[in-house]
């Protein structure tokens, strides 16, 4: 289970209001340029996670919607990488490139999942396997992108802002340009009060209390916590009004049941890779699997069918 140390983004469906702020603020920090998209009925854009756009918020509407002022209602959802405790990326990886990163060198359990594209070799097979889909490859960058959780930021890496001279006129006179670096981007700039970003433990503690407002006051009896056990314990957790399939989560979701074998008998270094026919067929198998879903992503990109 996650280390209640850990750091971890609060998000709390009931206070967010679709703005997408989170989404600009993500992409500037993170010099990611547009994602070309069409209007297909939906507010939502992107219209699905890409090397570009690391994150996105989901407008989902139900079939049967609460009631509401103005008889629009939509669950929305900050989807993008959860950095699972049992992270089934970091399970497949067989070069090494994606790998749990410590946060704090104080705490030598306090991480985060992040992928070095030095190491990165295309193989998309924690595309393939993550059970959010919420990692993407690059072809012009050679690496796969994903929500990092501001790791620059949060670990306070000098070399990520502006020294105070580099710093806008009102700023440079201050003695820290950017007083609050230490928060995620998304998190820093939620205008509703949506987003909140500290220990895991604390995170989740906020979320319960929520959660139980919600039920006492505002009568939202399925309201619930997100994310305490899924896949070992995500680093984000969700305050929802309702059930996770409404707001495009998955009930359950898991480590798929090949990669246990991947992890075993092919990944290199494995315990038991010593058995090569077997490690080749499981090999061949999910080669065959990764190349077609990559030619699903190619045409989806290219804007074929």
Request: aromatic share 8%.
């Amino acid at each position: 289970m996650a280390n209640p140390t850990d750091k971890a983004i609060l998000f709390d469906a009931s206070k967010c209001t679709g703005c997408r702020a989170c989404q600009v603020a993500c992409k500037n920090w993170n010099q990611r340029t547009y994602t070309r998209t069409d209007n297909n009925g939906t507010y939502e854009n992107p219209l699905e996670l890409t090397a570009q756009a690391w994150m996105r918020i989901l407008f989902n509407e139900p079939e049967k919607r609460p009631a509401s002022d103005d008889e629009l209602y939509w669950y929305f959802t900050k989807y993008q990488c959860m950095h699972c405790t049992d992270a089934t990326c970091v399970k497949v990886c067989p070069s090494g490139a994606t790998k749990k990163y410590k946060v704090s060198d104080g705490d030598s359990e306090a991480w985060l999942v992040k992928t070095d594209p030095k190491q990165c070799i295309g193989c998309n097979y924690c595309v393939a396997t993550c059970p959010f889909q919420a990692c993407r490859y690059d072809e012009a960058e050679k690496a796969i992108n994903r929500c990092v959780m501001c790791f620059d930021r949060i670990t306070q890496d000098p070399e990520a802002f502006p020294t105070p001279e580099q710093a806008s006129p009102d700023l440079a006179k201050a003695p820290d340009p950017v007083p609050t670096r230490n928060r995620p981007a998304c998190v820093q700039t939620c205008t509703s009060g949506a987003l909140d970003f500290g220990t895991r433990e604390e995170m989740v503690a906020k979320a319960e209390e929520r959660v139980a407002f919600l039920k006492k006051e505002r009568g939202k009896q399925k309201a619930q916590v997100y994310g305490l056990d899924q896949v070992g314990g995500l680093h984000y957790i969700y305050v929802l009004e309702d059930d996770p399939a409404l707001y495009g989560l998955p009930e359950k979701p898991s480590v798929p049941a090949g990669v246990a074998v991947w992890e075993a008998l092919v990944k290199p270094g494995a315990p038991w890779g010593g058995l090569a026919l077997v490690g080749l067929v499981a090999a061949a198998g999910v080669g065959y699997v990764i190349n077609k879903r990559n030619e699903g992503l190619e045409r989806a990109a290219g804007g074929g069918e």
